[in-house]
């Protein structure tokens, strides 16, 4: 009876601990908890299982840090009608429906011809500046800090015994002149 109720505690843990894994990954990402949907099943998870979560996440939240929350433009942003002018109702109506509807159709249409190539360009472009930043400017800066100690030594001497005095002596002398502003 001992063992039944000290492998339940243990379980109870493990399933508190996979929890916590569950909303530290989420935290993370940075994904906002109310749009992930969490699909309680049994057995083995798989990796279809998987990304169907990561991809069901990204569909609903496509900018979770708000890089381009300056975008959110709406008709009343763009197009306002002061109180002593309006136009018909119907135009008004007919007008921010047009303008939403081409808003959307056009920046799909702009996105399904420009968004696949500019994101392989991007792609590849990150990838070579990661590239370059890991195996050529980070061992090089690096190789200059451990070469150029001396040359930290040699300019620290430099500073205070040539240069922080000159410019302690400057700022004493001008720091006497007085200036004084009068009418004539």
């Not at 993370?28 to 949907?37: A, E």
Request: proline share 3%; aromatic share 8%; net charge negative.
């Amino acid at each position: 009876m001992d063992r039944d109720r000290v492998s339940e505690e243990i379980r109870i843990e493990l399933e508190d601990t996979v929890e916590h894994q569950e909303i530290s990954i989420i935290d993370q990402h940075g994904i906002n908890p109310k749009n992930v949907i969490v699909e309680e099943h049994s057995g083995i998870q798989t990796a279809e299982d998987s990304t169907h979560k990561c991809i069901k996440g990204l569909m609903e939240e496509r900018d979770p840090k708000g890089v381009n929350r300056c975008l959110k433009v709406s008709f009343e942003d763009v197009i306002a009608e002061p109180a002593s002018v309006h136009s018909f109702d119907k135009v008004w109506l007919w007008s921010h429906a047009l303008f939403e509807v081409s808003r959307l159709w056009f920046y799909r249409l702009i996105s399904l011809l420009l968004a696949v190539p500019v994101a392989l360009v991007l792609g590849l472009l990150f990838a070579i500046l990661s590239c370059l930043h890991i195996w050529l400017i980070m061992p090089s800066v690096q190789l200059l800090l451990i070469n150029m100690n001396w040359v930290k030594v040699v300019w620290a001497s430099v500073l205070d015994l040539v240069i922080a005095p000159f410019f302690s002596s400057a700022g004493r002398c001008c720091g006497a002149i007085n200036i004084h502003w009068g009418k004539e």
